[in-house]
C-alpha cells in the first residue's frame, strides 16, 4: 500500500510557490500582497481594496497606477470565487513583473496557509510581503518527546517548532536512603520494582499518545537524566513499533518537566536534521545498489525509462529531486499530432516532432507535481530527495533528479 503523499505535495508545493514569490522584484511600488485572515467576510476585504483602488488614482506616474489598479482588480475577482474565507485565511500576491526587454507579465498566486493568519493585512511595495508566512516554511513533521528521570516523566509532540505537552506524572520511586529498620537490600530490591513499574507507565502512556498516530509520526526523541534514560531504551520498555521509531542518540538534558522537552528539543535539532537526511540517503543508496547489479536491479532512471516503468505498474517507489525546476506540457499541433514533453520554461517555444511546426501548449504543470499524481495514480511511494546530501546532488546531476525502485524487474 503506498503512503499517503498528500501531505508531502502540499509541504513542496508551498515551498516551491514561495520560493517563486520572494524572488521577484517590480519596476516600482507595484506588487500587491493581500491576506484575509478566517472569520473576515469577503465583502469587507472587496470593500477595503475598493476603497485602496480609489487612493491609488493619486499615483503620479502612469504605468505604476495602470498595473497597481490592474492588480487591485484580479484580486478582487479571485476573491469573488470564494463564499467565505477558508479556515485558515487566505493570501493572495499579485502584480506586474519584470520580463525579457521592457516587457513585463502579470502574475498572481492564491495560497491557502498551513496555519491559520491572524490579522488582514494590505501592502503594496517592490517586493512580495511573505513575513507572515516565512514561519510557516518549517517542516511540520511530527515528533514523540519524552524526558525522564527516576522522579518525573514528561511527554509531548513536537510540530514543526511548536512543542506540545501531552503528559507530565511523578514517580513513587523511594530516594536511594536508608529508613526505618529495612535492611539495604530489601530497601533497594523496592526502588528498584517502582522503578520498573515507573517505566511501564512511561511506556503505557507513550504507547496511548503516539502508538494511533505511528503512520503520521517521524520518529520519537528521548532525553533526560544518564543512566535512567539508556536503561529505559535498552531493556525496552517502549513498544516495540514504537522502539524502533526512536532517534538515536538519546539526548541529555537537566529538566524533565516541560522546560525539559525545550530542551531536549534545541538539543535534537541535528539529530533530527541527521534523521531526516539519512532517509533520504538510505534510498538513494539502496538506488546505487540495485544499479551496481550485474544483471540489473530493481530500478529505473532518467525520466523517459522511469515514465515508462510506472506505465507497466513497476515503480514501487518514486526518486526525486525536490530541486527539480521544470515543467510537464501537453501540447497540440496544428498537424494533428498532440504530444507530452518536459521543458524548462513553459512559456518558451515549443517545435512538433512530428512537422516541426509551433506547437501550443494546451496544459503545464509542475514536473514534480506531475510525479506526485503518477505516484497516486500507480499506488507507488514518493520520495523527494534535498540536495544537501552527495547522494541527493548524485540523483540530481548524474540522473536528472528522476529516478525509481521497482517492485519486479523490466526489460
Known sequence: MANDNSANK???DFKKAMEEIKNYRGRGTELI????????????AMAYLRDEQGQAQNIKSKTTLKNVTGAIDSIMSRLKTFNKVPEKGIVIFCGEVPRAGDQTKMVQYTIEPPEAISAFLYRCDSSFFTEPLDTMLVDKRYYG????????????????AKIQVLKHFESMVPSKHHQGGQSSVRFERLIEIAAHEFFKKIADNCTTCFLDSLQDLEGIIIGGHSPTKDFFYNEQYLHHELQKKVIKPLIDTGYTDESGLKELVDNAQGSIADQILAQEKEMVQRLFREIRKTEGGLCAYGEEDVRRCADLGAVDTFLISSQLRKYRCNCNCNCGNTFAV????????IKCPECGGNAKVAESKDLVDDFFEMSDAYNSNMQLITADSQEGEMLLKAF???????RYKVE
Open 10 to 12: 502540499a509541504r513542496y
Open 342 to 349: 518536459t521543458v524548462d520554461d513553459p512559456d518558451m517555444q
Open 145 to 160: 518527546i519524552v524526558v525522564m528521570d527516576r522522579k518525573e516523566a514528561t511527554i509531548g509532540i513536537l510540530a514543526g
Open 400 to 406: 536528472g533528479g528522476i529516478a525509481a525502485l521497482l
Open 33 to 44: 500582497s493581500v491576506y484575509v485572515p478566517p472569520g473576515k467576510l469577503i465583502s469587507d
